[in-house]
């Protein structure tokens, strides 16, 4: 089977080097040109190109069909996709599946063992590379920026406190009560583990030691603060 690929989002569908037509027409002159034989299929879809491959309904529904022998063609790198790290592992998968994969704007086929498609997998998997450690970072800032403004970042939430809309805490007076009483004890000079198995005891919760002390530190630390 020969698959022609065309996609564009609802913006570029207006603009004519963009549209599905323009890009229907230059894969079909591909496949007379290099004179390539098997039934062809057209498939289409407007969607974002930084949507992954396989969330898109059309895209989902061909990796699905494709056997070995196959041949993907689309008119450019961009209209297939725009997610460098799904593009890398859609390559990679379909080099194993013996599946061709042709980018008209590339010069052709970039899954074969020619200079071509040795040249474009080395070129993305820089790219690749380089967008997850660009992401990786953006992420980390954008978690300390969070952490700064006493916003939730993941994971459970902190014990006395309950979760407002827009991701910053509240005081949970039922889980903040409990905590109180961990003071309270530690003042008394009652040891860690004995805290640990009275609140264990009286509120059918488990409190291991560690626990006890961490919160315990959390609260004077955050007092220190204020």
């Known amino acids: 089977m020969i698959y022609l690929y065309g996609r564009c ?6 603009n004519k080097g963009s549209s599905i037509e323009t890009q229907m027409l230059r894969c079909r002159s591909y496949v007379t040109m290099k004179e390539l034989e098997g039934s062809i299929t057209e498939i289409t879809e407007q ?14 529904e061909l990796l699905q069909n494709l056997k070995k022998g196959d041949h993907i063609i689309c008119s450019a790198l961009d209209r297939f996709s725009r997610n460098t790290l799904d593009l890398l592992t859609l390559v990679e998968k379909f080099k194993k599946q013996k599946v ?3 980018f008209l704007d590339i010069g052709g086929e970039v899954t ?12 993305l998997s820089v790219f690749s590379e380089f967008y997850a450690h660009q992401l990786s970072e953006k992420q980390k800032d954008c978690k300390s920026k969070m952490i700064s403004q006493g916003k939730y ?7 006395g406190y309950d979760l407002n809309d827009d991701g910053t805490y509240r005081v949970c007076e039922k889980e903040m009560s409990i905590i109180r009483e961990m003071q309270f004890m530690r003042k008394e000079g009652i040891k860690l583990q004995d805290i640990a198995d009275t609140l264990t005891n009286k509120h059918r919760k488990k409190f291991v030691v560690s ?16």
């Open 153 to 159: 970042t993941g994971g459970k939430k902190k014990f």
């Open 100 to 102: 061709k994969l042709s």
């Open 112 to 123: 074969g063992s020619d200079a071509v498609g040795s040249v474009f997998l080395k070129l």
């Open 9 to 14: 989002s609802a913006e570029e569908n207006f």
């Open 211 to 226: 626990w006890v002390h961490k919160l315990l530190n959390r609260e004077d630390m955050a007092f220190a603060n204020v």
């Open 47 to 60: 969607v974002s190109g930084t949507v992954k491959f396989n969330k898109r309904p059309q895209g989902f």
